[in-house]
C-alpha cells in the first residue's frame, strides 16, 4: 500500500448545510455523482498525535471527542494567515474552541469545529514550509 490518503469522507447529518460552510471559507466543489459532495483538496499529510494529549491540546474533556476522534489540519503559509482563516471559519457559522497561540513547538495554530462537527485545526508550522501550491510535507519543501 503507498503512503497515503486518497479521500477523507466526513459524515454530516445536512449535506446543503455543510457544503455551504465549505464554500463559505472559499473551497470549490468539483463535478459528482449525485449524493456525494466533494472538494479536491491538494497534497495531505496524516498526523498521529496521542488521543488524551489531543484532547488536552484542544481544550476539551476526551468524552467530547467520542469514537475515532481526529482533526483535519489545514497549514498555512504564515503566522497572520492563522488567525484570518479562523475569522473566516467563524464567519462561515464555525465555533471557535481554542484561539490562536503559539505552540511548545515552535509553531502557531488554533482549532474550530465546523457546524457538521468536525474539528479543523488552523496551523502554521515554521519548520514545514509550504509548496508553491499549498502542499504540505512534514519537513517542508525546499
Same mark, same amino acid.
Given at each position: 500500500?503507498? *503512503?497515503?490518503?486518497?479521500? $477523507?469522507?466526513?459524515?454530516?447529518?445536512?449535506?446543503?448545510?455543510?457544503?455551504?460552510?465549505?464554500?463559505?471559507? %472559499?473551497?470549490?466543489?468539483?463535478?459528482?455523482?449525485?449524493?456525494? $459532495?466533494?472538494?479536491?483538496?491538494?497534497? *495531505?499529510?496524516?498526523?498521529?498525535?496521542?488521543?488524551?494529549?489531543?484532547?488536552?491540546?484542544? %481544550?476539551?474533556?476526551?468524552?467530547?471527542?467520542?469514537?475515532?476522534?481526529?482533526?483535519?489540519?489545514?497549514? #498555512?503559509?504564515?503566522?497572520?494567515?492563522?488567525?484570518?482563516?479562523?475569522?473566516?471559519?467563524? *464567519?462561515?457559522?464555525?465555533?471557535? $474552541?481554542?484561539?490562536?497561540?503559539?505552540?511548545?513547538?515552535?509553531?502557531?495554530?488554533?482549532?474550530?469545529?465546523?457546524?457538521?462537527?468536525?474539528?479543523?485545526?488552523?496551523?502554521?508550522?515554521?519548520?514545514?514550509?509550504?509548496?508553491?501550491?499549498?502542499?504540505? #510535507?512534514?519537513?517542508?519543501?525546499?
Amino acid at each position: 500500500m503507498d *503512503q497515503r490518503v486518497s479521500l $477523507i469522507t466526513l459524515g454530516v447529518p445536512d449535506m446543503a448545510h455543510a457544503a455551504t460552510f465549505y464554500e463559505a471559507l %472559499g473551497w470549490r466543489r468539483v463535478e459528482t455523482p449525485d449524493g456525494v $459532495i466533494a472538494f479536491d483538496l491538494i497534497g *495531505q499529510v496524516l498526523g498521529l498525535y496521542p488521543l488524551e494529549k489531543l484532547a488536552e491540546d484542544m %481544550g476539551l474533556p476526551l468524552a467530547d471527542l467520542g469514537q475515532g476522534a481526529m482533526t483535519l489540519s489545514y497549514n #498555512c503559509r504564515t503566522k497572520d494567515d492563522v488567525g484570518d482563516v479562523l475569522k473566516r471559519a467563524a *464567519q462561515a457559522g464555525a465555533e471557535i $474552541i481554542k484561539p490562536a497561540v503559539d505552540v511548545f513547538w515552535g509553531g502557531y495554530h488554533g482549532y474550530f469545529r465546523a457546524p457538521d462537527g468536525t474539528i479543523w485545526e488552523i496551523a502554521h508550522n515554521p519548520f514545514s514550509a509550504l509548496g508553491p501550491n499549498g502542499e504540505f #510535507c512534514w519537513n517542508g519543501y525546499s
